[in-house]
């Protein structure tokens, strides 16, 4: 009777022994199938790659910027096909292949006079795109008095008005209006227009314009040669790419007429665009989309312009002529051809 009670006694414990064991390896496998599940589908998340962000592509973009251009088999000096002479210096890049199709002292350093506004909106807009700063186009800007006493090309601006940035931004891409780019200058340079011509500067250094140095944000000239904004047809180049990342800029660069002040109002001016080349313009060039003229006594008749035909993009700089009919007589004939050496090829 004893024994048979020890033997069941027995049983029983191992009995217990195999279910709790049971018990402890089944919760073992589900503990380990739920742990490798997670483990897979982090692994399939880890191998879809993610989009490039904002910053990203625009580091991309100035990673090619600062590229070298390709010289070999460039042009050069007077091309007998096109009829009117060159100016002083000269470029034109095929931003395709980034080869230079003709060039003419590209990287002789020269003023470049309004050409300067493509730098001051340039700084301008993205601090407006910038996320960390509180500006958009609709920000409204206090004409100073420092602003009013700026004279060249203008909009005359009154101590009495305030614009939009963008109203501003505008009158500097198509009218080349000095009080409007010194105005812009002023207001995002917080009061100091000396901060903002840093900001050009540093831009400048980024964008890989190793020749280029600014002193003011309009490109009057200074009361010497030395106090000139001065840069390249290279470096030039460089700046309109820049410029072509941003489609707003170039909306405001190819516009040929634009209302400044509402029309019936004091003040009211239809503004022209001094690039007379742009497609609807008075000498319309095809493919002709921007950017912008500039000219001083010491810089001569300048142009950088960006033209795309059959889907290709072309910019030229042409720096250092005596009148702007034989710029843009120049320029046009240098796009036909550019493209005629293109389609060839």
Known sequence: MKNSKVIIVLVSILLLHGLVLGLVLSNGCSSTKAKTKPDVENKETAQTPSAPTTQELRQQALETIRKPYDYDNASSGSIPKVKALPGKSGIVVDLETRRVLWSKNANKVAPIASMTKLMTMLVAYEMVEDPSNSYSLETPVKVSRAAYAIGGSQVYLDPKETFTVEELMKAAAIKSANDAAYLLAEFFGEGDVN??????????????????????????????????????????????????????????????RANFRKPGTKGHMVMQNTNHLLSNGSDPCPGVDGLKTGFIQRSGYCLTATCKRGGRRVIVVSMGHNTWRERDRFVKGLLNWSYTRIDKE
């Open 195 to 256: 901060t903002f011509v840093r900001k050009m500067n540093a831009k400048a250094a980024e964008l890989g314009m190793k020749h280029t140095k600014f002193r003011n944000p309009h490109g009057l000239p200074g009361k010497s040669a030395a106090e000139d904004n001065v840069s390249t047809p290279e470096d030039m180049v460089r700046l309109a790419e820049a410029t072509l990342l941003h489609p707003k800029l170039m909306e405001w660069t190819s516009t040929w």
